[in-house]
């Protein structure tokens, strides 16, 4: 029986990464997106005609009907699903907290917390053993920004990243005897497009020398260790956080 996996905002970056990955590892998908289509698509036929096993669903992550109509399409095409990556996450421009608006912190916390709670919410209804389910692995991206603080930049999303830490941390424990792990990887600076988002698209080359191994992390970096928290080799593991960041 094939294992079925939802990725979060795997149009691009660590997300588009963790598809490629876990397809080659033999895991049917739900690629979840909300604006890049195009790149969706994309990524959807190259991996069918891989020979591999792919929905796409245009969700957006912090609305809950958008979820639930999300996972109802997951059970009509597979029937259950194994694991899901709560990937998708957004930044603001870099600012100081006291130039910031409540609005921008609604959107941070919209995507950023609410978004994974709504996610992982409905995947625990399907994959508790309680409900008949088969258990399954819940991996959560956070960052290191949650421990760094982010200065300067985005105090917000580090906060957001900090309640991610919280709930991956209680939800391992309520779920631990359902058959479900919950864990997280905390990448550091990594290259991808989330940072032109933020307003400097130099920004891993800005700050790379701060990395003890004085370079930015590749998405694929990332996605490896999410693939370990997703599979059997990780089977003991849960409540846990794998930092990818070079050191830093
Ligand atoms: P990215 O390249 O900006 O990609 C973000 C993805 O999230 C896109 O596929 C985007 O889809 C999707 N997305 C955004 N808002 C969404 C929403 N409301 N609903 C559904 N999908 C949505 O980001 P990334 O750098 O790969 O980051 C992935 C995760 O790792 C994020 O949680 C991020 O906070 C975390 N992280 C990244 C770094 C880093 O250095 N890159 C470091 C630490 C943590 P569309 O394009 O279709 O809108």
Redesign the pocket.
Known sequence: MLKVLLI?????????ETARLAAERGYALCL?????KQ??EKLRESLASAGHHVITFK????VESEVMAMYQAIEREFGRIDGLVN?????EPQSDLVDMSPERWQRILQ??VI?SFLCAREAIKLMSTRNGGHGGSIVN?????ADLGAPHEYVD?AAA?GAIDAMTLGLAKEVGDQGIRVNAV?????Y????A?GGEAGR?DRLKSSVPMLRGGL?VE?AEAILWLLSEASAYTSGSFIDVSGGR
């Not at 990937?87 to 930044?91: D, E, P, S, T």
């Not at 905390?186 to 990594?190: A, E, N, Q, R």
């Open positions: 979060t905002g795997a149009s691009r970056g660590i997300g588009a979840n997106y909300l604006h890049s790149a969706i969700a957006n992550v912090g990937n998708a996450g957004i930044l995507i950023n978004g991206l956070s960052s290191r920004a999303y990243k905390k990448p550091g600076l990594i991808t497009d989330i940072h988002d891993v998405p990332v």
